[in-house]
């Protein structure tokens, strides 16, 4: 998942990259109104962590401005914001769910419960009810990060975690390998230009070749089920 974080105090956003880089999210660091947008109208990202009380304004305005962006491109008007507030922004809690907010935290806020809440949302986002994924043989816990293959778990690396989950959440539909990219690093993370076909052959030795499917020339991608 990659999260765009929107904070002005640096020591609450790098605790939170410093989190959620653990947990196997690609997180990308803004400061202000202008710098997140420049962000989102040129990076897709899975979730935003929106602070309200900017350097050079109210974080609102970036919300107010993706909602109401045109469907199709970037910024992608339906990305799920997560909004981080003060105990006593009531009024602008409210503002900001009816402005189009999925969810609120109050600071501080417990930083596994954070995590809990962009997972739920991150399900909502792609349609998922069930928190446990199915893919034939295997069965994906997206908050231990633990897989098991007919029932016996299956050590991954945070980075294959990421390339299954990624694929998994789109099935069946294809991703390129610039789109895994996207989804599994941040801008400050230099990457092989061969890394996601080496993550996808590691994953193919621990969880069987049929899994992860290639379609030639355009990506890969996880087959539905057989009925
Ligand atoms: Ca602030």
């Not at 979730?47 to 609102?60: H, I, K, P, S, T």
């Not at 990305?79 to 969810?103: F, H, Y």
Request: charged share 30%.
């Amino acid at each position: 998942m990659r999260v765009l974080v929107v904070e002005d105090d640096e020591g609450i956003a790098t605790g939170l990259q410093a989190h959620l880089g653990q947990l196997g999210w690609a997180v990308d660091l803004t400061d202000s109104v202008e710098s997140a947008w420049t962000a989102l109208c040129v990076e897709p990202f899975d979730l935003v962590l929106l602070d309200l009380g900017l350097r050079d304004g109210d974080g609102a305005e970036v919300l107010r401005r993706l909602r109401r962006a045109p469907a199709g491109r970037l910024p992608d008007a339906s990305t799920p914001v997560l909004v981080m507030t003060a105990r006593d922004q009531v009024a602008a809690r409210i503002e900001c769910l009816d402005m189009g907010a999925d969810d609120y935290v109050t600071k501080p806020f417990d930083p596994d419960e954070l995590a809990a809440r962009m997972r739920a949302l991150r399900r909502r986002s792609v349609g998922r009810a069930q928190p446990l994924i199915h893919a034939g043989a295997l069965e994906i816990d997206p908050a231990s990060r633990s897989v098991r293959r007919d029932g016996q778990p299956v050590e991954l690396s945070a980075r294959e975690f990421g390339v299954l989950l990624a694929l998994l959440e789109v099935r069946p539909r294809v991703l390129s390998r610039p789109q895994i990219e996207a989804r599994l690093y941040s801008w400050d993370k230099a990457l092989d230009s061969n890394a996601v076909e080496v993550h996808v052959h590691h994953l193919r030795r621990k969880l069987g070749d049929t899994v992860i499917r290639t379609l030639r020339g355009v990506g890969y991608f996880v087959p539905e089920d057989k009925a």
